[in-house]
């Protein structure tokens, strides 16, 4: 089966953050919206009718999650990444975000260091700041060559702190971090007792020639010093159902995590959510290979369009998520500036750069899952006024 990813779907009216915020967050509600990380493609064949066939069922009580669909998510990852779990490992959190919240409040106390990377996806700061931790920012090196980590900086900064937020592979800056990169953050980690929490939400999404590495694949050590979240909602758009895992492959840490969980009475989650990642695990294989083809295609479009057409916006290369990362800052714009004229001249409702940290101040995060129609209107209105 050959999926459609170029059918423009009307989303308005569904009570889409995407599209039916857009009044409220730019003051204008007919910009192209490229910001909340969801897809504007459609569910999966698949999962619709997983979900359906569920729905027609005449009772939607309190249900739990069978071995089998933890079993689902053990043998994708092993499938795609060549990461033996065992689904005794995992524990369900309604959502990835809520997961690290809770992993900050239930693993760490009120006064400790917890470090970031920021550019970084906007909520690990609301995680460390909201439970009144202290927050330590080993801010990444924007170098010719891509996005790095500040290894001398963390090796300072892990000797008093106690958890690090991994962004794996990492939002808004696209990056798949290597072995070697993991190997070394994963060494400062252990040497100083540094609780790490892999945020791999994204580790399904990485483009063709990269490899997503599970952080806690790399050593039986990491893995008893690591919680690693997955989900099934970025790849397979399913965000609306609040569902993801975590994996905790050392049973003092998960027992602690998992009573912390039970403690806020979080942990039975959602009905439609469970259906829908169990047939995503089962079934997806081939939409996801299409998917990323698709996704490849939209930002090699891009990047080679920018390139070419604004050569002022500094753009490294994608290799991870279907967001590009876009650096205004040799315009000379205000970070105000700079947003004013991509809400009301371009037309554009991005996410502003600062959203993920100072650094990311005039800098511009693109969402690309959506038809090509889209994102070639998007660019040239872009280069209208950028360009
Ligand atoms: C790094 C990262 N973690 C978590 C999430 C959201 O997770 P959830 O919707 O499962 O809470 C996102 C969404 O963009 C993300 O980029």
């Not at 753009?315 to 800052?329: C, G, P, S």
Request: proline share 3%; hydrophobic share 40%.
């Amino acid at each position: 089966m050959i999926y459609d990813f170029d059918k423009v779907i009307d989303r308005r009216n569904t009570e889409c953050v995407k599209y039916d915020k857009r009044e409220d967050v730019f003051g204008k509600a007919d910009v192209i919206p490229m910001w909340v990380a969801d897809m504007d493609f459609p569910t999966a064949d698949f999962i619709r009718e997983a979900v359906i066939e569920r729905a027609k069922g005449d009772v939607y009580g309190y249900t739990f999650r069978e071995d089998e669909y933890y079993e689902s998510i053990a043998q994708w990852i092993e499938r795609h990444h060549q990461w033996k779990t065992k689904k005794e490992w995992m524990a369900f959190t309604p959502g990835v975000v809520s997961a690290f919240n809770m992993a900050v409040m239930g693993l760490t106390n009120e006064g400790d260091e917890i470090i970031i990377q920021p550019p970084v996806y906007h909520p690990f700061f609301y995680a460390v700041n909201n439970h009144n931790r202290k927050l330590v920012q080993n801010t990444l090196i924007d170098t010719e060559d891509g996005f790095v980590m500040d290894y001398d900086l963390l090796e300072k900064q892990a000797k008093t702190a106690k958890m690090l937020i991994l962004c794996n592979p990492h939002n808004p800056v696209g990056r798949s971090w290597k072995k070697e990169e993991l190997l070394r953050l994963g060494e400062i980690c252990m040497r100083n007792n540094v609780l790490v929490f892999s945020d791999e939400i994204h580790c399904d999404l990485v483009m063709p020639g990269f490899k997503h590495t599970p952080f806690a694949s790399l050593s039986e050590e990491f893995a008893h010093n690591s919680i690693t979240a997955h989900a099934a909602s970025k790849t397979f758009n399913l965000a609306g159902m609040a569902t993801s895992t975590v994996i905790i492959p050392n049973e003092k840490l998960r027992n602690k995590f998992v009573d912390y969980v039970h403690s806020t009475e979080s942990d039975l989650g959602n009905i439609f959510g469970k259906i829908a990642t169990k047939a995503a695990m089962e079934k997806g294989d081939e939409w996801h290979s299409q998917l990323i083809n698709y996704i490849k295609g939209n930002i090699d479009f891009a990047t080679d369009f920018i390139r070419k057409e604004m050569p002022k916006v500094r753009i490294h290369e994608t290799e991870a998520t279907y967001m590009i990362w876009l650096n205004f800052k040799d315009y000379g714009y205000s970070d105000e500036e700079l947003n004013r004229k991509m809400i009301h001249e371009a037309g554009l409702g991005l996410n502003s750069g600062n959203l993920f940290g100072k650094d990311g101040e005039c800098c511009m995060r693109v969402n690309l899952a959506c038809p090509r129609s889209v994102v070639e209107k998007a660019l040239m209105q872009m280069k209208d006024v950028f360009g």
